[in-house]
């Protein structure tokens, strides 16, 4: 008989993750934990030996761009990763060991003891079941209780995470329910059974800043009342410093600073920490020098843009009303400016965006873009006209066709309109990649083979092929992690400084506004509520909206947010 194998060696001891301040006995501990993906080409180590603690009734945010192991090691501690990953390490909760949990025995923990709120709620949740049926199937997973009784209880915790009208709306479907509404189904669902520890993963990305202010503020609720420990992964640091008692900065794998908030803002010990909190753009704050580096050449500046009196509206569903997108909007574009256009989701930014650039036709209204009335224009004007513009969407993993590569997705726009001959196609493609700082190498790469920020920079360059005279950017810069944003609104902004054009940048990032736009408009509803320079709105709004707007966007330094948190309670209204 072949006798058994010998054991495997010892584990050695664990390093202690370097903190400035011993943290108190944990509900959560990780120790050593580390995530290793096979793939067919090699092994990949996604997270590398990382340990930490989370106490009972503590906030600890999770921070790191994109890639960094921030998401993959919590869904390891819920058994939520593929076959092909190996996990290493412990993860205990009080006694219970989490890793190695399987079937049955990791049901009773998921949903019950530790609960999961997922980063996009439209994905999560099931189109075809109510929010209170969802709910309750939560609730009858774990406890022995009647369907009534579960949906009784459905109805409580959606008025607890502030749904209106809960009775009511615990019949509806994710579908309709807003953004906000839904993250907030998501959470009544992750307290339903109580649970010692919440996982957060992004609960705010996909959210407008006055949503977001109310989720985060609901967040602290919960935690002060409920004294449920939250883990909060996000890379937005003005959310870290809202919400977290404790941070642990994440690079590539590897835990690199854990400290409490305090220490990781004011005394950031990693130089990773200090390049992160250095690129995040900090609404109040003046423009970084790298952004000064180019002066604009003093010329009068020309009208580039005129809309007045726009109307845009679409069809509503059968026996409802027309929805009326924009509405009697007017204003202009100069040549050498941005012009931000900002507002929430649904205020009519990208319609208005793509009626400037003749990619939709509004209802009424006139609409003169570099001196044509777009209107009145032929089919050959137009298409003269668009040589002269540029559109850089918000996802350019969805833009960039797939099966071009990069050099052919950036020349495009040259061979549709005849322009050049081949060799010279090929220059201006390595002009264009230099200029948004790209090696001319990845004109031969496909969009597949770069990061979100490198896709974002061949859009741009796509964009400005033809030397356009007006160029609308929508949410460039909005799925990008935090230091690769800064380094895209640097070169943005050198690119705009240089070639001169005319820009109207469609955000809802107030934050990045400030870094770079000259003039303001203000959206909501489909109407203009406030139009001036950056400086004036942002530092002296006169309309309430725009009020609400500056008071929800988080601060990413704790004391300032601290303050900011007061302020935003009276000035924005009630969930």
Sequence with gaps: MTPPPPPPPATPPATPTPTATQ?????????RLSVTFQTDAAPVQAVDRISFEVGRGEILAIVGESGSGKTVSSRAMMGLLPHTARIEGSARLDELELLGLRGEAMRRVRGDRIAMIFQEPS??????????????????????????????RAVELLDLVGIPDPASRVHSYPHQLSGGQKQRVMIAMAIANDPELIIADEPTTALDVTVQAQILDLLHDLRERLGTAIILITHNMGVVADLADRVAVMFRGKLVEVGTADEVFYHPRDPYTKHLLASVPHLGRPRPASMNEVAAPEIEPQPVLEVQNLDVKFPGRIGSPPVHAVDAVSLTLRSHEILALVGESGSGKTTLGRCAVGLLAPTSGRIEALGVDIAKASSREMRQLRRRMGFVFQDPAASLNPRMSVGACISEP???HNQGTKPERVQRVAELLEAVELPQDFASRYPHELSGGQRQRVSLARALVMGPELLVADEPTSALD?????????????????????????????????????????????????????????????ADYTK????????????????MREKRRSVLPPA
């Design 23 to 31: 943290t108190p006995p944990g509900q959560l501990t990780v120790d």
């Design 123 to 152: 994905t999560a949740l099931d189109p075809v079941r109510t929010a209170g049926w969802q709910i309750a199937e939560a609730i009858q997973a774990h406890k022995p209780v009647s369907r009534r009784a579960a949906m009784a």
């Design 414 to 416: 040259m061979r549709i």
């Design 482 to 542: 935090v230091s690769v944003q800064a380094r895209v609104l640097e070169v943005f902004v050198r690119l705009q400084h240089l070639m001169g054009f005319a820009c109207l940048f469609i955000t809802h990032d107030l934050a990045v506004v400030d870094m770079l736009a000259d003039r303001i408009a203000v959206m909501k509803g489909g109407q203009l509520v406030e139009i001036g320079p950056s400086d004036e709105i942002l530092r002296s709004p006169t």
């Design 548 to 563: 609400q707007l500056i008071a929800a966007v988080p601060l990413p330094d704790p004391k300032e947010q601290a303050v």
